[in-house]
Structures are given as structure tokens and as C-alpha cells.
């Protein structure tokens, strides 16, 4: 793995070198979902420590933004991410990640199987008048019990 800013259009797009395109603050966005269901579970991003970290256990760790450090899931709760496969888009500025959590399967922070637990409606409203509603009503475990806080 190498960054590939200086990398050629078709190589990125067309070759088999694996070279991420991070954006101006070293970051790559990386969507995760389950091996299990293909649910989308959370999407965060990972720096080039992360990325590197991830493909060398085969577990998936990001760089939190929210507390500027590196972040292996499931490290605090115990719902370590497998990664079972990983790919790229077609530029290389973006990650999927499909991967299988042991125990209760779960990704959110909050008690949710995925970070992805509220719907937005569209259409025939005003955004300022948008009102959230929630697609998952059940957590799959209590935050307070895992994270004590």
C-alpha cells in the first residue's frame, strides 16, 4: 500500500496497485457493513495507520476524529470488527469494509446494531421542517453497562 497521490489516473482506476487516495487531512472514508446481512453497520474514516493496521490483523481500525486517535472497534465493548473482505472504489477515495462481529453483533456506540438506526423523509417537505423517525427501536445492548459512563 502506498498513497497514491502522484499515482496515474489509469493506474488508479484501471491497475492492481492498491494506491488510497486520502484527502488534504490524511483521511479516507470507509463504509462497514455486515458480512452477515450486507447491513450498512457505521461509516468512519481510517488514516494511513489505521488502513495499515486494518489489513495487517485483518480487524477493522479507524481514526476518530471526535478524540484525535487512533480507534480499533470493539477494543472497549468487545465487538472486535473482523474484516472478511475489503475493497476500494473506482478512484480510490473511498473504502468498503464487509466484516463479522463476535458475540452481539453490533457497531453503534449507542446500543444499535448499526449507527444507521433513523430514517430522514424525503420529498413534500421543507429540510428545516424534517423530522427524524426511527427504523430500529430495539438496542442490542446497554451503552451505560459496556462503556461505564
Not at 44 to 62: D, R, S, V
Not at 91 to 120: N, P
Amino acid at each position: 500500500m502506498s498513497p497514491g497521490v502522484n499515482a496515474p489516473k489509469d493506474e488508479i482506476e484501471n491497475g492492481t496497485v492498491f494506491a488510497p487516495q486520502f484527502d488534504t487531512n490524511g483521511l479516507i472514508p470507509c463504509i462497514t457493513t455486515s458480512a452477515n446481512n450486507g447491513d450498512v453497520l457505521m461509516f468512519a474514516f481510517m488514516n494511513e495507520e489505521a488502513l495499515q493496521k486494518t489489513i495487517e490483523t485483518g480487524e477493522a481500525w479507524y481514526w476518530s476524529r471526535s478524540r484525535s486517535e487512533l480507534w480499533h472497534k470493539g477494543a472497549t465493548s468487545g465487538m472486535v470488527q473482523k474484516v472478511i473482505e475489503m475493497k476500494t472504489d473506482c478512484d480510490q477515495d473511498c473504502l468498503w469494509i464487509s466484516v463479522e462481529i463476535a458475540g452481539t453483533e453490533a457497531a453503534c456506540h449507542t446500543g444499535y446494531q448499526s449507527c444507521f438506526y433513523r430514517s430522514i423523509p424525503v420529498g413534500n417537505k421543507a429540510a428545516k421542517d424534517t423530522i427524524l423517525s426511527f427504523n430500529k427501536t430495539e438496542k442490542v445492548f446497554d451503552p451505560k453497562e459496556i462503556y461505564k459512563d
